[in-house]
């Protein structure tokens, strides 16, 4: 079946460094790839996306390439801010039919000023 | 931009109680689910639906039960509530068609069960 793997936290960066939050994938087709972001108190919002082999997502400075020969979609930021602190979920899914999503278990990033 | 509503946020109870969350989209998505979110923050699925009067069970074993008579609407019900059941509960919907595959989350509802 489909997994996604995300590398554990919590990430805890001063403001203004570099961010990577790893994630890799194992799919049994050709699944889009997303990373979800969720603020304290709220529910995920999408952040970016990619449908397809070598797609760059981006979106508020943050950046992820769907790599297919390596099964990863690598989360990064050239400068992070203390309103990046949050949870981020790498997540897949498929087009069409029930559109199953499978979530990685989240990565906590805390920015300190 | 989210249109997804859920009701309460927050909600304490005792044991045996039977309570409802309520979840609303104005969007008039065809699919809506429930996730739990555990501490961990790890999501599992607990119900789906492809629209009214399609109801389907996640990958999450579950006591609780939803309906869908409405489009817009997606309540999840648990007849008699346990300590264990103490979570957060996040109502997504989405839209059928076969490109545009996000998920609109609600603000989710904090439930303890003492």
């Known amino acids: 079946g489909d997994s996604v793997t995300q590398m554990e936290g919590p990430v805890t960066l001063s403001e203004e460094a570099f961010l990577t939050i790893n994630c890799t994938y194992t799919?049994?087709?050709?699944?889009?790839l997303f990373w979800y972001v969720q603020y304290p108190g709220e529910g995920l919002q999408l952040l970016l996306k990619?449908?397809?082999?070598?797609d760059k997502g981006s979106n508020k400075g943050f950046e992820a390439t769907y790599r297919k020969e390596t099964t990863s979609f690598h989360l990064e930021k050239g400068s992070v801010q203390v309103s990046d602190s949050a949870v981020y979920f790498c997540?897949?899914?498929?087009?069409?039919?029930?559109?199953?999503?499978?979530f990685g278990t989240g990565t906590k990033l805390q920015v300190i000023p | 931009e989210a249109d997804i509503y859920q009701t309460p946020r927050y909600l304490v109870i005792g044991t045996g109680k039977k309570i409802t969350l309520e979840c609303s989209q104005t969007?008039?998505?065809?699919?809506m689910y429930w996730y739990q979110q555990d501490p961990g923050m790890e999501l599992h699925l607990i119900h789906y639906?492809?629209?009214?009067?399609?109801?389907e069970k996640g990958d999450l074993s579950s006591e609780s039960t939803v309906s869908r008579i409405r489009t817009e609407h997606f309540p999840l019900t648990l007849e008699s509530a346990r300590p264990s059941h103490t979570s957060q509960y996040l109502c997504?919907?989405?839209?059928?068609?076969?490109?545009?595959?996000?998920?609109?989350f609600g603000s989710g509802t904090q439930l303890s069960v003492l």
């Open positions: 997540a897949l899914s498929y087009s069409g039919g029930y559109q199953k999503v499978t």
């Open positions: 799919a049994t087709g050709y699944p889009s």
């Open positions: 997504a919907s989405s839209e059928s068609g076969r490109t545009n595959e996000k998920l609109f």
């Open positions: 990619a449908t397809k082999a070598d």
């Open positions: 639906s492809y629209g009214v009067n399609s109801t």
């Open positions: 969007m008039g998505h065809d699919k």
